[in-house]
């Protein structure tokens, strides 16, 4: 990582591994854009500013005012009724962290005292760049933040670029999506308060269409927030691309009162020339490296069972103990206890916030059953959702001014639940205590937090009103807060991010959330797809479910299908069992146990080394994924039928990955040369529908 400023051309370069991004102060004070892409090792060269460079149109952080017409970066309403914001240089300065370094460029207001600090972070051997703002009043008035986005991108000029996305819906998330752009704007964004699954808070840009797997350059970038977010992709009429993302504008305001700041989230960017498997696998070693929580970014996942996919409501402690021998005599490392384990929950309709043990059904607490458990050398796991309530339960009675409402309207119920207003200090606090009192006070080393429902009528009353929309940004910096503090103090423990699935996956999650519902789809022949997609942007062992082996949770569509298949497929992510094991037979048990044993020996290369997509089920009636280890010498291959017709012949599998002069042995004793696998290939021959195999291949030890 290097930052440099040469003094004589007013010119800041910023270089990765293997790109160069670079930015010049212009002749009018303005912090212009000059060059994005793939990196160039002498900075003469980026001496030339790009057309446009001059005006308005190309600013680093475009302030809506001058003669600027198009996506603001931000836009404010000064006392006085001015809404003109000109930013210009003062000064900047880098800041070197232990992991990483800053270059901070302080922008003011022309006349306004209104400063902009722009921060850009970059990482050892790292591509990603980190990007925010902080927008301070340094004056005594206040001023109205009407927009506010994190950065603005500049990929190079006058190219025609395809725009790729993600959009979703319940049991249908990571659906890609693609935009050839001209002369227009795209706008990708959610309203719901939550991250997904409408779009995902992701980009990714290449030149014509042309960049596939493993070939084309593509500038892609990603927003830290789990709220309401916006990103603009938009082409101008001089063939400038700009993509401008943030906290979504809609129905937001923020005061910004005398010597008062508003932090952006982060809006990371980065380059590759080496098409989207190389984007998803810079995504995915940052995410290892840089976001999440260091005693876990290398950890295993553990074989779960949970208990939701074939009890559901239904359970009580002299089951789950009956049910904890079985999950142990199969190989299970963590035992959860989902919805219904507390206050009168025996359906969805009440008892959302009464976060104590159901004195009916867990009599004695939840103690008796953490220890058997552990007795039985497993860890133990609980199923919370904190941000809601039910209006039938005692928290909603004590506390009916907790929920979001306008006044003079009803609340609009979702699964008969309300959402809690976060942003208020003592709801937070009341959250922040329920789960720290539960872990506290339990031998619990795994959270599955659920989001079940959206904000709607997000009326709060006891605020100013001009203060008001700022809920659904105060919600989440409370909500962020309380993971902060809850990691910190139970670093041990495993944090599983669920909105009703694939909900809110977004980076910033990630920061706190060790494991994902990537959906709560979970047949195996739909997880294909949203597995392509969800390893995009995302870690592949963060794709967890409650059930991927069961037969309730795989129905989702009506279709049966074989439990090896189910098996093979949970084996991408973090696998979790939920099949009854009361109804198994002695034949079963042992095939699921030795599915757990396959588990356990494949995930130090499928959760720790790097993520191929080899053949996508959208264009042949298989999937091919391929996991190999950070040292080359291990690799594993998943081949997934959907299903095969007219005796087709199976192309052969091409590996990627591998140490083209290396021996590799592949399982079954045949051996090849890494060259030879990658570009020959082997055949995998399938048959029917569900059939899949799990294959493993090692490096040969040189004699």
């Avoid at 970014?297 to 409501?313: C, D, E, K, R, V």
């Avoid at 059953?369 to 339960?393: A, H, Q, T, Y």
């Avoid at 079963?588 to 290369?605: F, N």
């Avoid at 192309?651 to 990955?657: A, F, M, Q, S, T």
Wanted: overall charge neutral.
């Amino acid at each position: 990582m290097q930052i440099d400023y040469i003094a004589e051309k007013k010119l800041f370069v910023l270089a990765t591994p293997n790109s160069t991004y670079a930015m010049a102060i212009n002749g009018q004070g303005a912090l212009g854009h000059v060059y994005w892409g793939k990196r160039v090792s002498r900075a003469a060269d980026l001496f030339e500013p790009p057309p446009g460079f001059g005006g308005v149109s190309q600013q680093e952080y475009p302030g809506w005012g001058e003669y600027f017409f198009d996506e603001p970066a931000l836009k404010i309403a000064f006392h006085d009724g001015t809404r003109d914001v000109r930013l210009r240089y003062a000064s900047h300065d880098t800041v070197s962290h232990r992991e990483s370094r800053e270059l901070r460029i302080l922008l003011k207001d022309s006349f306004y005292p209104l400063s902009v600090t722009l921060v850009y972070r970059l990482h050892p051997d790292c591509d990603v760049i980190d990007r925010h703002a902080v927008v301070t009043n340094e004056g005594a008035d206040p001023m109205t933040i009407e927009s506010v986005q994190s950065a603005a991108w500049y990929p190079p000029r006058d190219n025609t670029y395809r725009l790729s996305y993600q959009t979703g819906r319940w049991g249908k998330e990571y659906r890609p999506q693609e935009w050839t752009m001209g002369q227009g704007r795209a706008v990708l964004d959610t309203r719901r308060g939550t991250s997904g699954p409408d779009f995902t808070p992701f980009f990714w840009l290449d030149v014509n269409g042309k960049a596939d797997e493993d070939n084309g350059q593509i500038w892609f970038g990603a927003l830290h927030w789990s709220g309401n977010w916006k990103i603009t992709i938009e082409r101008n009429r001089d063939n400038q691309t700009r993509i401008t993302g943030g906290v979504n504008d809609f129905d937001f305001s923020w005061v910004l009162r005398t010597r008062e700041s508003f932090t952006t989230p982060v809006f990371s960017g980065a380059f590759t020339d080496a098409g989207f498997g190389a984007a998803s696998r810079i995504w995915h070693d940052y995410q290892r490296a840089y976001l999440f929580r260091k005693e876990k970014a290398n950890g295993l996942m553990p074989l779960i069972y949970n208990s939701w996919g074939t009890f559901q409501f239904d359970i009580d402690e002299k089951r789950m103990v009956q049910l904890a021998e079985l999950a142990a005599g199969i190989g299970v490392e963590l035992f959860v206890i989902d919805d219904g384990w507390f206050g009168r929950r025996i359906n969805d309709k009440c008892s959302l916030g009464d976060w104590y043990p159901s004195p009916d059904r867990f009599p004695n607490g939840l103690n008796p059953l953490i220890d058997k458990v552990n007795s039985l050398g497993m860890d133990f796991g609980l199923w919370l959702e904190p941000e809601m309530v039910s209006p039938d339960s005692d928290l909603y009675r004590a506390h009916p001014d907790w929920v979001f409402r306008f006044q003079n309207r009803d609340c609009s119920q979702y699964r008969h639940q309300l959402v809690l207003n976060l942003a208020r200090d003592d709801v937070k606090e009341f959250a922040f205590n329920t789960m720290h009192n539960l872990l506290r006070n339990h031998n619990i080393k795994y959270f599955k937090l659920d989001n079940n429902r959206y904000i709607s009528e997000p009326g709060w009353a006891c605020v100013d009103i001009p203060d008001q929309k700022s809920v659904w940004v105060k919600y989440y910096h409370n909500f962020y807060d309380i993971f902060e503090r809850l990691t910190k103090a139970f670093p041990n423990v495993l944090f599983e991010n669920c909105a009703s699935g694939g909900g809110r996956v977004d980076f910033a999650m990630h920061r706190y959330f060790d494991r994902i519902n990537r959906s709560d789809n979970q047949d195996p022949l739909d997880e294909l797809f949203l597995h392509e997609g969800f390893t995009q942007a995302n870690l592949p062992k963060l794709a967890g479910g409650g059930c991927h082996i069961s037969k309730g949770m795989c129905g989702i569509n009506g279709r049966s299908t074989p439990m090896r298949f189910q098996a093979h497929v949970g084996m991408l992510g973090s696998l979790a069992i939920g099949e009854n094991l009361f109804q198994c037979n002695p034949a079963q048990l042992d095939e699921l146990k030795g599915y757990a044993a396959l588990y356990k020996e494949i995930r130090p290369v499928t959760h720790r080394g790097d993520f191929y997509r080899l053949i996508s089920p959208r264009e042949q009636p298989l999937a091919a994924f391929e996991y190999v280890s950070k040292d080359q010498n291990d690799a594993v291959l998943f081949v997934l039928g959907q299903s095969m017709q007219f005796r087709d012949v199976l192309p052969n599998i091409r590996l990627k990955g591998l140490r083209p002069e290396t021996v590799y042995e592949v399982e079954g004793g045949k051996r090849m040369s890494g060259a030879g696998l990658m570009h020959i290939g082997i055949p995998v021959p399938l048959r029917g529908d569900f059939d899949s195999r799990v294959i493993r291949i090692r490096a040969v030890p040189e004699a």
